[in-house]
């Protein structure tokens, strides 16, 4: 918007000259400021392999089958974690912070986006004033002795920093690039409190299966008690066996109320992650059912686009990068433009006529010509942060492939000690039929019964304590491909 589109009377006030003189600087400003000092960026190249060395005979999913996506969780096929998982995005502190620091970022990048154009301000004042009535005393002529005297100004000034050797743009680089690096780091933490919030249910849900394990146990201990009790108290029993069922049943009680207790801080920690009181959530026991869905690994090359945490650690290099460029525009003169248009009057009436109007037109150019070597320090140091930040994006390019590798390993030996641990199971649960039967018919004494007993339940246990620790390994897995997350969800902006 021009002068005139403001006020017709000004804009004809505005000299012809000063509308080319500005054009003509700013057209020379456009010119300089075509360069940009310091390095562009290029990613640097990560530490990769052609394949993941502990995938080799990994089943994998079919493409249609379970592909991980955004709400990864649903491959467990549990309508309480859906509903959990829902809650996390919407209500867990970390994440709100997270969002909070994001948004800080984005205000960052729009202001330094704001310096690239002119700054533009506009002054008016007023003021009425009247001179002593002795013009010898005063020192006024005699003209204004004594007399009341208005004024009456108004100016429209502008300075721009012409940026001619890419300083600001540099920043703004930086800053673009440090506001997709904390998006990365939202996602990043959201991807984090799913996964805990995951791995504290499967383990709540473990707990509840080793309870509810351990409560039908304590049935049949209690059974092995009384038998034992009427055998001591028609003389055909030693007190020996009421004393071993007795510490047996107590031990089994005590493992029970333990479970509770385990079971207690996981709910309690997954209402912190929902956002709740602890007090205010509440999962009722049920029936777990083991699901392992198949997990497509890929290609180690597709790690470098599906991890969050990477694609941040490659971004803050980008801006280190940048920061480059700034400093190095410290060895280089600031250019700056200024222009101001004002009227100034001492009747309102008279306030727009062309014999009121002053105006001016400059450039300005600062250089430093000493600084003992402190342009210099900053280069370096500037230098130093961005081999730094690319160290610290190989190391986390290293660190997911070893994730990968670990829970992939780990998967396949899990799955092979899991069928070893059913099939001890069952074999100690044939132990302990056959055991107890000898007991009744009095072939067998009552310290092998409780031997075999525990065997069972022992082996139960770990039945089940080896399936939970498959299904966070999986969600371990997950997290480790990174979630469903695709580099293609970084904020371009």
């Not at 060395?53 to 709400?71: H, L, M, S």
């Not at 004024?151 to 920043?171: E, F, H």
């Not at 000493?370 to 081999?387: E, I, L, N, P, W």
């Not at 089940?464 to 997290?479: K, P």
Request: one cysteine or more; glycine letters at 6%; aromatic letters at 6%.
């Amino acid at each position: 918007m021009t002068i005139a589109q403001i006020d017709p009377a000004i804009g004809r006030l505005v000299p012809a000259r000063l509308v080319r003189q500005g054009i003509a600087l700013t057209a020379i400003g456009l010119v300089l400021a075509g360069c940009a000092v310091g390095p562009n960026y290029a990613r640097p190249t990560a530490p990769a392999a052609v394949a993941f060395k502990e995938a080799e005979g990994w089943t994998q999913a079919q493409p249609a089958d379970a592909a991980v996506r955004g709400q990864w969780w649903t491959l467990f096929n549990d309508p309480v974690l859906n509903e959990l998982e829902a809650k996390v995005e919407v209500s867990n502190q970390n994440l709100i912070a997270a969002e909070a620091a994001y948004r800080q970022a984005r205000a960052i990048l729009d202001q330094q986006r704001a310096t690239i154009f002119p700054t533009v301000s506009l002054t008016g004042s007023a003021t009425r004033s009247k001179s002593a009535s002795s013009a010898v005393a005063t020192g006024t002529t005699a003209s204004t002795a004594g007399r009341t005297i208005n004024q009456y100004t108004a100016r429209l000034g502008a300075t721009w920093d012409v940026d001619v050797w890419g300083r600001i743009r540099r920043s703004i680089e930086a800053a673009r690039d440090t506001a997709q690096a904390s998006n990365a780091d939202l996602a990043n933490a959201k991807l984090s409190a799913q996964v805990l919030l995951a791995v504290d249910y499967i383990q709540l849900r473990a707990t509840d299966e080793q309870k509810r394990l351990i409560d039908l146990t304590v049935k049949g201990y209690a059974d092995n008690l009384r038998i034992a009790q009427n055998r001591y108290d028609v003389g055909v029993g030693a007190r020996s066996d009421v004393l071993t069922a007795q510490t047996q049943l107590k031990s089994a009680q005590a493992s029970a109320v333990d479970l509770l207790r385990t079971r207690a801080q996981f709910e309690h920690a997954i209402a912190v992650l929902t956002g709740q009181a602890p007090a205010n959530l509440s999962l009722t026991q049920t029936t777990w059912t083991l699901t392992v869905p198949p997990v497509p690994v890929g290609m180690p090359s597709t790690l470098l686009e599906r991890r969050p945490d990477i694609a941040g650690a490659e971004r803050r290099m980008a801006a280190a990068n940048a920061q480059i460029g700034v400093n190095i525009a410290g060895y280089f003169p600031d250019i700056s433009l200024s222009g101001s248009d004002g009227l100034s009057s001492s009747t309102l009436s008279r306030f727009f006529s062309a014999a009121n109007n002053s105006w001016s037109l400059g450039a300005n150019l600062a250089q430093t010509i000493f600084d003992a070597g402190a342009t210099s320090a900053r280069v370096r140091a500037a230098r130093a942060v961005y081999d730094q930040q690319v160290a610290n994006y190989r190391q986390t390019v290293l660190t997911a492939f070893q994730q990968v590798e670990d829970n992939i390993a780990a998967l396949r030996v899990l799955e092979a000690e899991y069928e070893l641990d059913l099939a001890a199971s069952q074999n100690a649960d044939e132990a302990e039929k056959i055991v107890g039967n000898q007991y009744q018919a009095g072939q067998v004494d009552f310290t092998t019964l409780v031997v075999a007993q525990n065997t069972a339940l022992t082996a139960r246990r770990t039945l089940i304590q080896t399936a939970g620790s498959r299904m966070v390994t999986l969600t371990d897995l997950i997290s480790a491909l990174g979630g469903g997350w695709q580099h293609s969800e970084l904020a371009q902006k």
